[in-house]
């Protein structure tokens, strides 16, 4: 659709009606389609972004369930200010449909922004302490057109986002293809010969492999082994030519040549995505597309794509490839044991057929989940040995992790492969 200009100034109303119809329906746009054409920071841009949120009524909804009602719709990528121009016209779209809500349209965004940084302190990977509900409030101190909102008002925001955390869509088109390439690739590991490479708990080489990925990425190393992070020194950015090769991701230095062997050093940069999870950054601004890569070892990665299509690319395949063939961990260290320690989680590629898969990622959420209940369901005597309170808040850090992941595997495994054997 073309942009026609009438006196210089004026976007052409019809086509951006036509583009936001197309848009909402999905009529030949994917949900990772949509920001890219509500964010631009021209007029009829903007003129489509109207048109598009006029298919929303917000009308009688708390502004967290607005956002979480929009958020649904399509995938809110790209840069910070990018997204912050979809929220501003969601929170204009918000005080139309609510007028008496809340006064004006500023103090509607102000609060759509603090609710998604929120979101991002709570439920993100940041190190520290989270945002507590005193520092939420005083946080917006005078943000409301020079005065307060409602303590309550806040209160309740607040409790929204830690019980339940903002949820951005996925582009279900891009896994369907990311899982119709890989369906017909799942191979039997014990029929290659495995050879062990990299650093820490190594890396199950396998030659025959197939590279379900490509690309150059820039990376940065964020926490060693077991969470630990990394000294300052050892941080820079450095790029790499990436290859998904099996369950392992591939770090070449230098210039990409398709007949160039991997060298020593390439090898030990290579990591394996065994029960690894990949998440958009959403709590790093310094640069643009940047998303994690948390292993099994809990070392965690920072890895920068070109754009925010490429980083949502390499973040489904990295997932959709780890939980499809990861074999299954062996029995949790957790109960009765004296020292707490995180399950052993084999490198090698499942021999669990496609829905057996689904099924053991299932079995494992609720059987974390149980022990979590189970876990928190006790307090802790607080004139326990300080190495017991310790070993207890390991666990309960470990297993609330585990639970929050574990879903967001069983809920794209079930997508992308349409298999729904029980329901969670």
């Known amino acids: 659709i073309t942009e026609s200009l009438s006196n210089g100034n004026k976007a052409d109303l019809q086509a951006a009606k036509r583009l936001a119809k197309r848009l909402f329906n999905l009529d030949g746009f994917r949900k990772s389609d949509v920001a890219r054409h509500l964010s631009k920071n021209n007029e009829f841009s903007r003129m489509v972004a109207e048109e598009y949120l006029s298919y929303f009524n917000f009308s009688g909804l708390t502004i967290d369930q607005a956002i979480r009602a929009f958020l649904r719709e399509f995938a809110l990528m790209g840069e910070t200010q990018e997204r912050e121009r979809v929220l501003a016209h969601f929170s204009r779209r ?38 507590s509900i005193l520092q939420f409030i005083n946080n917006l101190e005078g943000l409301n057109d020079g005065k307060d909102f409602p303590r309550e008002l806040l209160k309740a925001l607040y409790n929204s986002i830690r019980n339940e955390k903002l949820q951005w869509t996925i ?31 190594g890396v199950a080489q396998n030659p025959d492999a197939l590279i379900y990925k490509n690309g150059f990425l820039v990376r940065k190393v964020h926490a060693d082994s077991d969470g630990k992070r990394t000294p300052r020194g050892k941080r820079g950015w450095k790029t790499f030519y990436v290859m998904l090769k099996g369950l392992v991701l591939y770090l070449q230095k230098g210039e990409y040549r ?14 394996s995505i065994h029960h690894s999870l990949a998440m958009r950054a959403a709590d790093y601004s ?19 794509a070109p754009n925010a299509e490429q980083m949502q690319s390499w973040i489904t395949r990295i997932n959709v490839v780890s939980a499809m063939f990861s074999a299954p961990p062996f029995p949790a260290a957790i109960g009765s044991q004296k020292k707490f320690s995180r399950p052993l989680l084999p490198g090698s590629n499942t021999k669990l057929s496609q829905e057996e898969q689904v099924k053991s990622h299932e079995t494992r959420f609720r059987t974390i989940s149980s022990e979590l209940i189970e876990l928190t369901a006790v307090i802790p005597d607080k004139k326990a040995k300080v190495r017991d309170l310790e070993e207890h808040k390991q666990r309960e850090e470990y297993l609330e992790f585990e639970v929050r992941e574990g879903l967001i595997v069983v809920v794209w495994l079930n997508r992308v492969t349409g298999i729904d054997s029980c329901h969670i």
């Open 94 to 131: 918000y005080l139309q449909c609510n007028p008496n809500a809340i006064p004006s349209e500023d103090s509607v965004h102000t609060l759509t922004c603090a609710l998604m940084l929120l979101n991002t302190d709570l439920h993100g990977h940041n190190i520290g302490k989270k945002m």
């Open 171 to 201: 582009d279900e088109e891009e896994l369907r293809k990311s899982f119709s390439e890989l369906a017909d690739l799942r191979t039997d590991s014990a029929s290659h010969t495995m050879k062990r490479i990299g650093s820490g708990l």
């Open 258 to 271: 398709p007949d160039k062997q991997l060298s020593e050093e390439d090898l030990k940069n290579a990591v």
């Open 286 to 304: 310094k640069r643009p597309n940047v998303f994690y890569l948390r292993t099994a070892d809990w070392r965690v990665f920072l890895f920068q």
